[in-house]
């Protein structure tokens, strides 16, 4: 097998390249092939330098994230960034790609950084609930003062190369790689300085109340912006520790701070959050076709979400076609799409020749022909199925063969909209978040009688547009919304039986959501559940549960912050809305209606409560199909509804529970209504067999 470190002798330069595809990870072979490598350049009296590098896109991306939680195997990481440090020739690092993490931090042990212009340099382990584990937190300071250090390892975002070499991160940016680190290393060894270490430099190392101001500003900015979370406290810690520790006892505090991080359930579920992520567009269809051509879309509807889709193609480089009803409508489409470029532009987030590039790929009509020669037609019309199967209908008519006719439906059974084509093979749902050109997650449903190319397709749309894929099967709801009806049901009972709306949004927005169910009911529009409320009704089983307070409030035009008033009131010019004493006063006259007697829920019970509504309900839709595996439950609802990442998503935050204790509150709360509370067959015998969640995602 070939190493995965190559050491090429280039007259008195050694090139050593890290070739671990796809990003170069720090693996244990790595690892020790970079000391033997290292050892031998040492040994080779020729070798006046060495050059670190990365073969294929990257330089190294980081530790390698599937040995963390196995047995350390040594040479540990900072251990090898020791080694490259103390080495007895000047060591230069040639960067491309993205340098991140343990990637970066073997940079800064080298004396000399150069990079691409492309290259993105940054610390992103407070993404996985860690901190730099290899010297970063030691050295970073060192090199470009404790702030600009903490920015970086705390907000885990990359740098550009230009901004590196601004704050003295980088020495130089070079074009080619391997040319232009050569001249440079050779330029180096003729002047044969001492060599400079970053463990060594002081100069930003003393207290000054503008450092000590700016750290706690900071401190407090990233408490917020990652609220509940631990790692980016610890970061502060550690970096600050420069100040009063020298090198090898803050190496110490990193490590024993990395290890203790390693341990928590933040790390678990932001580590598995990050390959739910990945595994999410590993489909079985892939495997078995390659997607269709996907070089113009049309886009049906230029309301909220037509016009959220179309700017998410275009920004995707894809040209776009709208359609609306009539002159009116697609005049509307067309401001909608367009006021979000305007924003940009104010905001200096695009420039106007970018943005009038843009508008160049973007057409309307209200001539359903103007659709004839795209690839694919994404329907985002009424929610009801009328509606949209007359759309179909004309679609089946004008679309060329092999065009894809695609419905953002959020609800609706898709197979019932291929029916009225003649090429189901053709139909697939696309469902798009609003707004759709900002909301990453993107539901793609598959009916059955669709032809795999097509479902390939919608994953390779998803990848364009740098969204996070999740395959759906056809059910009311699909994976996101059929969960979130389950425990928006949950919610109105513990708001009937006793909690007031208050209660549980605060409860809920302290577990690490952004925002409590109703506030979020208010912000989507209450007449939006009330319709879906309405459609179901028929279906309901007469013996379940109905809270009607939703009801009252809608009956009342109390549709949530569109017009002024929901669950809360918003005539304050407060964006989260105040408490409504009329609204508690809706909700006794329910409990009085009902002879409810009102209890007290605390939070954890609240939490207990949801928690275990949505779990439920999740097992069924893995159990059923509707979801490929457990995982993909929690990329949709990490990236749909706000569930904390820090938690890893509601299967993963079962299993941290454990399965066993969820088991046990289901049925503890099916005593009261064993109709709504009767635990899926699934939980039942993955605690008979004494496994998890996370066992069905191998
Ligand atoms: C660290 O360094 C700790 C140290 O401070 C201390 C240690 C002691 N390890 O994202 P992609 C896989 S913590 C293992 O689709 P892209 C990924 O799962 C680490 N695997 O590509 C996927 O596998 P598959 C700090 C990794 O081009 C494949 O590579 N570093 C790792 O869109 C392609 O990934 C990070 O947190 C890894 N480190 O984006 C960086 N990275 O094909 C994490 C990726 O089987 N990585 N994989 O699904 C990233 O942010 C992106 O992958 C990157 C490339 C931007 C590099």
């Known amino acids: 097998m070939e190493s995965p470190v190559n050491l090429e002798i280039i007259q008195n330069i050694a090139i050593l390249t890290i070739r671990n595809p796809p990003v170069n990870a720090l693996s244990h072979a790595v690892r020790l092939n970079i000391m033997s490598a290292l050892n031998n350049a040492e040994r080779n009296e020729s070798i006046s330098a060495i050059i670190v590098m990365g073969e294929g896109n990257t330089f190294p991306a980081g530790a390698d994230i599937t040995e963390f939680g196995l047995p350390p195997k040594s040479p540990l990481l900072p251990i090898v960034c020791d080694r490259i440090e103390q080495f007895n020739k000047p060591v230069i690092c040639a960067m491309h790609g993205t340098p991140l993490g343990g990637g970066l931090e073997i940079a800064l042990s080298c004396h000399y950084r150069l990079a691409h212009p492309q290259t993105k340099l940054g610390l992103p382990e407070v993404h996985l609930g860690l901190i730099p584990g290899a010297g970063g937190t030691q050295r970073l300071p060192r090199l470009i003062g404790l702030p600009e250090a903490f920015k970086i390892a705390a907000s885990g975002v990359p740098i550009s190369a230009r901004k590196a070499a601004e704050i003295g991160l980088i020495n130089e940016i070079i074009e080619d790689i391997k040319d232009e680190s050569i001249i440079f290393t050779n330029k180096v060894v003729s002047l044969n300085k001492k060599i400079s270490r970053t463990c060594d430099i002081t100069r930003h190392l003393k207290e000054s109340p503008h450092t000590n101001r700016e750290m706690s500003e900071l401190r407090a900015s990233f408490a917020k912006s990652h609220r509940g979370q631990v790692a980016p406290g610890k970061i502060a810690d550690c970096i600050e520790a420069t100040l009063e520790m020298p090198f090898d006892k803050g190496q110490v505090l990193e490590r024993a701070t990395f290890a203790e991080l390693l341990l928590t359930d933040q790390s678990n579920g932001l580590i598995h959050a990050f390959f739910a992520e990945r595994k999410s567009s590993k489909i079985p269809e892939a495997s078995r076709t390659t997607p269709r051509p996907l070089n113009k879309i049309g886009v049906v509807g230029g309301g909220t979400m037509g016009s959220g889709i179309a700017i998410a193609a275009l920004n995707a480089?894809?040209?776009?076609?709208?359609?609306?009803?009539?002159?009116?409508?697609?005049?509307?489409?067309?401001?909608?799409?367009?006021?979000?470029?305007k924003r940009d532009i104010e905001k200096g987030r695009l420039s106007e020749s970018v943005v009038n590039d843009i508008l160049a790929q973007f057409n309307t009509s209200t001539d359903f022909d103007s659709l004839s020669q795209v690839d694919m037609v994404i329907e985002a019309v009424f929610e009801e199925m009328p509606v949209k199967q007359k759309v179909f209908q004309i679609l089946n008519q004008v679309i060329k063969p092999g065009g894809i006719l695609a419905s953002n439906t959020s609800y609706l059974d898709i197979n019932e909209i291929a029916a009225v084509t003649s090429r189901p093979s053709d139909v697939i749902g696309l469902h798009f978040f609003s707004p759709a050109n900002i909301m990453r997650l993107l539901e793609i449903v598959v009916p059955k009688k669709v032809s795999d190319d097509v479902v390939a397709t919608g994953f390779s749309l998803a990848k364009k547009m740098r969204k996070i894929p999740v395959r759906a099967g056809v059910c009311d709801g699909f994976i996101g919304n059929r969960i979130l009806n389950n425990y928006g049901d949950c919610a109105a009972f513990m708001m009937e039986d006793g909690a007031t709306p208050y209660e549980i949004d605060k409860a809920i927005f302290d577990?690490?959501?952004?925002?409590?169910?109703?506030?979020?009911?208010?912000?989507?529009?209450?007449d939006i559940g009330w319709a879906t409320r309405k459609r179901l009704e028929p279906f309901r089983d007469p013996q379940s549960r109905?809270?009607?307070?939703?009801?009252?409030?809608?009956?009342?035009?109390?549709?949530?912050?569109?017009?002024?008033?929901?669950?809360?009131?918003?005539?304050?010019?407060?964006?989260?809305?105040?408490?409504d004493p009329a609204v508690l006063e809706i909700i006794e006259q329910e409990r009085q209606r009902k002879?409810?007697?009102?209890?007290?829920?605390?939070?954890?019970?609240?939490?207990?409560?949801y928690m275990a509504a949505m779990i439920n309900e999740a097992a069924e839709v893995v159990r059923e199909?509707?979801?490929?595996?457990?995982?993909?439950?929690?990329?949709?609802?990490?990236?749909?509804?706000?569930?904390?990442?820090?938690?890893?998503?509601?299967?993963?935050?079962?299993?941290?529970?454990?399965?066993?204790?969820?088991?046990?509150?289901?049925?503890?709360?099916?005593?009261?209504?064993?109709?709504?509370w009767t635990p899926s067959k699934l939980i039942v015998e993955l605690v008979k067999k004494g496994h998890n969640f996370d066992s069905l995602n191998k």
């Not at 299967?651 to 005593?671: H, N, P, R, V």
């Open 595 to 609: 002879g409810v007697i009102p209890k007290t829920f605390s939070h954890e019970e609240i939490i207990q409560r």
């Open 546 to 579: 109905y809270v009607h307070i939703a009801d009252k409030l809608c009956e009342n035009g109390w549709f949530g912050q569109k017009t002024g008033r929901g669950f809360y009131r918003y005539d304050t010019g407060n964006k989260r809305g105040n408490e």
């Open 625 to 676: 199909g509707i979801a490929l595996r457990p995982s993909d439950v929690d990329v949709t609802k990490l990236f749909g509804y706000g569930f904390p990442r820090y938690r890893g998503g509601p299967m993963k935050y079962a299993d941290t529970y454990g399965l066993d204790k969820i088991l046990a509150d289901l049925q503890e709360f099916a005593k009261e209504d064993p109709l709504f």
């Open 317 to 341: 480089g894809i040209p776009v076609t709208m359609i609306e009803q009539d002159t009116e409508s697609i005049k509307k489409g067309q401001h909608n799409v367009e006021k979000v470029y």
């Open 511 to 526: 577990f690490g959501y952004p925002m409590g169910p109703h506030q979020m009911f208010d912000l989507a529009g209450g």
